[in-house]
C-alpha cells in the first residue's frame, strides 16, 4: 500500500471568491503549503534538506469535484504517483469535512536554483519519495 503525506491547511477568508466558494485558482495555493510541508518539513524531519535548494513546477492539473466553503481546515493527502530520474509527479485529493472535494497532479522537477538548470534526483531523494510511490 502506497504511504500518503497527510497535511491539513487552513482556509483563509482571502481563498473566498463572489459565490462564496475557494476561488479556483487558490486550491493550486492549498496544494502548494501541503507540497511544502512534504518537502521541506517531512523531509527535513528525516535529515533531508536538498529539496530546499529548489524545486520547479512543470506542469499542474487539477479536477473539482465540488465547491470548498470557507470553515474547517481541509486536509490533503499526496503521494507519488511517477518517479523518473529528473522529475516526479506529486498526486493529491483535497477532503473538505471528509468530503473528496478535488484532485491535482504536480510534476516537479528538482532544480538548481543558484546555477539555474534541472537536476537529477539525489539517491537521498529518491529514497525518501520511495515510501510515497503508487504501487
Not at 63 to 84: C, K, T
Not at 91 to 114: H, I, K, M, Q, T
Request: proline share 3%; glycine share 6%.
Amino acid at each position: 500500500m502506497t504511504n500518503r503525506f497527510i497535511f491539513d491547511v487552513a482556509v483563509r477568508w482571502s481563498d473566498m471568491d463572489a459565490y462564496g466558494h475557494v476561488n479556483n485558482a487558490r486550491f493550486l495555493t492549498l496544494y502548494e503549503e501541503a507540497r511544502v510541508a512534504m518537502f521541506f518539513l517531512g523531509a527535513r524531519a528525516q535529515g533531508l534538506t536538498s529539496f530546499e535548494d529548489g524545486i520547479v513546477i512543470s506542469r499542474h492539473e487539477i479536477d473539482y469535484l465540488r465547491p470548498v466553503d470557507f470553515g474547517e481546515d481541509v486536509r490533503i493527502e499526496l503521494w507519488i504517483a511517477e518517479l523518473r530520474a529528473g522529475s516526479f509527479t506529486v498526486a493529491y485529493e483535497l477532503f473538505d469535512d471528509g468530503a473528496l472535494a478535488s484532485r491535482a497532479r504536480s510534476v516537479c522537477v528538482p532544480f538548481n536554483l543558484a546555477e539555474q538548470f534541472p537536476r537529477r534526483l539525489t539517491a537521498a531523494e529518491r529514497d525518501f519519495l520511495k515510501p510515497y510511490l503508487e504501487s
